[in-house]
């Protein structure tokens, strides 16, 4: 229902004024299932291995849950059993940018609460958007200094690159000999470090390159203000967008950031895809190369999927619609 309001000519027009969004973004599209559920419908793998706990966030929850589900083959072809919080739950990130620390300390204590049993217990929290890593790695000390549990979140959380590094040494990533471009989200370069990421690929023998060290230019909500639409636009366009425009059709493009992502599919055409669905394409490529761009078969998955979704919420709008005008020409014939 939200996808038809604002996917559908007119109706989108009508959103992105209401936003205050610019006419030339498009708005995020909805997935049809979110993670969480699709992996509480799944058989549990790896019942007696080591537990690392998959932080579901927002973005990948609920816009991009391929991400995380290639996120779960991946840590258990590494040998680990997966899980996730008990409780939908949210860092709280977007409530840090617009200066909303109380709100954003109530979410924080939500997850410090929800997690408890999993933080005494050591377990690895895999969190697959920087965004969010940062603020388990930063912002949450700064918020709860004299909690200790906070403390241990802040070491027990890793980027999915991170953990294959320093928690599952043992884990052989695949071979995959492509060329790729490389852009890393403004969190992970400067708290994080692309380090472990580029050991990554490395190890899968990709021949990449990331060749704007600077900011894409969504940077969150930012990109999606009326009057930050020229700024966000331009930032990219110094290095980043010109930069995917010139990459060969079979060049992979790498971003593991939400924001980033949009930015780069809304501006060039191409869209990118996370390290986890790099890693999981690698383990199960195809003998035969798939014909034009390498995410091709996860985004026109991704938009059939959507484009069945509302078709169903349309045929239900449209039922709902013809039954009361059915029932109001009964009433006005008594």
Not at 149 to 174: D, G, I, M, N, Y
Not at 214 to 237: L, N, P, R, T
Request: hydrophobic letters at 45%.
């Amino acid at each position: 229902m939200a996808n038809l309001a604002t996917q559908l000519p007119g109706l989108r027009d009508v959103a992105k004024a209401i936003a205050g969004m610019p006419h030339q973004r498009s708005i995020p599209v909805f997935a049809p299932q979110t993670f969480r559920v699709w992996f509480q419908q799944r058989e549990p793998r790896n019942p007696n291995a080591t537990r690392v706990l998959l932080w579901p966030d927002t973005f990948n929850n609920y816009f991009l849950p391929d991400t995380a589900k290639a996120a779960v083959e991946v840590l258990e072809a590494a040998g680990f059993r997966v899980v996730i919080p008990s409780a939908v739950l949210c860092c709280g990130r977007p409530l840090y940018d617009f200066g909303m620390l109380a709100r954003a300390k109530r979410l924080l204590l939500n997850v410090l609460d929800t997690l408890t049993q999993e933080i005494e217990a050591n377990i690895s929290v895999v969190v697959l958007e920087p965004s969010c890593a940062a603020v388990f790695r930063d912002e949450m000390l700064n918020l709860f200094p004299n909690d200790n549990r906070a403390h241990k979140l802040c070491q027990q959380t890793f980027l999915l690159s991170e953990f294959l590094e320093k928690k599952a040494a043992h884990f052989q990533v695949p071979h995959f000999p492509a060329k790729a471009l490389v852009h890393g989200h403004c969190h992970h370069k400067s708290i994080m470090k692309m380090t472990d990421q580029e050991s990554i690929l490395r190890k899968m023998e990709l021949d990449w390159s990331a060749p704007a060290p600077g900011c894409c230019g969504m940077a969150g909500s930012f990109g999606f203000e009326q009057d930050k639409y020229d700024v966000s636009v331009a930032i990219g366009e110094l290095e980043l967008l010109p930069a995917i425009r010139q990459a060969a059709a079979d060049c992979l493009i790498i971003a593991d950031g939400f924001s980033c992502r949009e930015q780069i599919a809304q501006c060039t055409g191409r869209n990118a895809l996370h390290l986890a669905e790099i890693i999981e394409m690698g383990l199960k490529r195809p003998r035969t190369p798939e014909q034009g761009h390498p995410e091709k078969a996860y985004v026109d998955r991704r938009y059939a999927d959507m484009n069945r979704s509302m078709k169903r919420a349309g045929m239900a709008v449209a039922g709902i619609a013809a039954a009361a005008t059915a029932l109001w020409w009964l009433k006005g014939r008594r």
